[in-house]
């Protein structure tokens, strides 16, 4: 959805990290080693896409399969106010990884200015976090359909 539909779903260039909820639902349900090994692989398919500095989110969503699979144990995934938190945390997470790499190396960064949230970068964390709990009871029924007919 993130890729082929994310110009279609959008307002006005906001639209829901569908990738890291993906991550973060991977983490949460399978623990730390699917959550990095998830993360590695959607991050750098998206840097394939991207124009970005190469790498950079395989980095980021790595590190928030981690977390979330850190989660695992500790945390009923099932319930909505899980489901917020960990996103809401993995979205900083993020967005502090970002903007630390993006300092580090200015000259990727094209127009991105490091620890600089903007109003849109706020909508989208917003969006990101309030479409979660639906995104997972959706991952959660594709799920238990496949089981029932694999």
Do not use: C
Not at 23 to 35: A, D, E, F, H, W
Not at 61 to 70: D, L, P, Q, S, V
């Amino acid at each position: 959805m993130q890729f082929f539909f994310g110009q279609y779903i959008n307002i006005r260039g906001v639209f829901p990290n569908f990738i890291l909820i993906a991550v973060v639902y991977i983490g949460l349900t399978r623990g730390k080693l699917s959550g990095e090994m998830m993360g590695f692989m959607l991050g750098l398919t998206w840097d394939a896409f991207s124009t970005d500095v190469f790498g950079v989110r395989a980095i980021m969503f790595t590190i928030i399969g981690y977390f979330a699979g850190m989660m695992n144990k500790s945390f009923n995934k099932d319930q909505a106010f899980t489901q917020i938190v960990v996103v809401f945390l993995s979205s900083m997470i993020y967005w502090i990884g970002f903007s630390l790499i993006y300092y580090i190396l200015p000259e990727g960064s094209g127009g991105y200015t490091p620890f600089m949230i903007t109003m849109r970068g706020s909508l989208k964390i917003a969006a990101t976090v309030l479409i979660a709990p639906v995104a997972f009871y959706l991952l959660d029924a594709i799920l238990k359909f496949g089981r029932k007919h694999i």
